[in-house]
């Protein structure tokens, strides 16, 4: 139990997500073991300085999309997943119901980078590249009311710089499928993802492969090293 978050002083604005008030992103910076972040649904990121004695929310520039009146809140956007880069501890990434964004100032202001080449903002998988800090891997999907992989097929975006542009390589189509936020993993070889309809793709280089098929809807991929 955690004083700092669950007595917070914005605590009385945060609403529960589809999935309830849930806190299921945390985001550690390797160059400060006293820093981290989390991601509560639907309050947003909040970031702790003190090894989580005290927290401040860390919102400024995400959209909360279904707050018509104020669109930009201090706490409320509906986060879906968090990530920090490897190798540049300042870096993180983040996924929320009104985009996708970036940060290079520990989260005090985010960059939305969905307008650059992304069909959608709305999604859930999220993935970084443990030896590339500009390297990421997203799976959009059409939006909260539809909430499948956009354009008919299964595909995984990536970026090569910080998400200034975006590429699509395409694993399966016509295919409708989705993706959850623990969806996504990856290792030194492959990125991974598990879809809601049982198929695991693996994306090596500029190749996807069915990795595995008919199984149960899958709620987390994991990736670890063999010893």
């Known amino acids: 139990m955690n004083e700092g978050v669950l007595k917070h002083a914005t605590r009385d604005k945060w609403s529960p997500g589809a999935a309830g008030l849930i806190t299921h992103s945390i985001a550690l910076d390797a160059d400060d073991p006293k820093r981290l972040w989390i991601g509560i649904s639907a309050a947003g990121v909040f970031r702790t300085e003190d090894a989580g004695a005290t927290?401040?929310?860390?919102?400024?520039?995400?959209?909360?999309?279904?707050?018509?009146?104020?669109?930009?809140?201090?706490?409320?956007?509906?986060?879906?997943?968090?990530?920090?880069?490897?190798?540049r501890g300042a870096r993180r990434r983040q996924e929320e119901q009104g985009g996708l964004y970036r940060s290079d100032d520990p989260g005090a202001s985010w960059e939305r980078l969905d307008e650059n080449g992304l069909p959608s903002g709305f999604g859930f998988g999220?993935?970084?590249?443990?030896?590339?800090?500009?390297?990421?891997?997203?799976?959009p999907e059409e939006g909260a009311e539809n909430r499948v992989t956009c354009d008919g097929r299964?595909?995984?975006?990536?970026?090569?710089?910080?998400?200034?542009?975006?590429?699509l390589i395409v694993a399966e189509e016509p295919a409708w499928a989705a993706v959850l936020r623990e969806g996504m993993s990856f290792d030194d070889e492959a990125v991974y993802a598990g879809t809601q309809s049982g198929h695991v793709y693996a994306l090596r280089g500029d190749e996807i492969v069915e990795a595995a098929a008919h199984l149960p809807p899958i709620l987390s991929v994991e990736a670890a090293a063999l010893q």
Not at 64 to 76: Q, R
Not at 126 to 139: E, G, M, Q, T, Y
Not at 157 to 166: E, F, V
Request: glycine share 10%; with cysteine; aromatic share 12%.
């Open 154 to 167: 299964i595909g995984i975006y990536t970026t090569a710089d910080a998400g200034a542009s975006w590429s």
């Open 126 to 139: 999220l993935a970084l590249d443990p030896s590339d800090p500009d390297r990421a891997f997203v799976i």
């Open 55 to 87: 927290w401040e929310p860390a919102n400024q520039g995400t959209e909360a999309c279904f707050f018509p009146e104020d669109t930009f809140p201090e706490v409320g956007p509906c986060h879906h997943k968090a990530g920090a880069a490897p190798g």
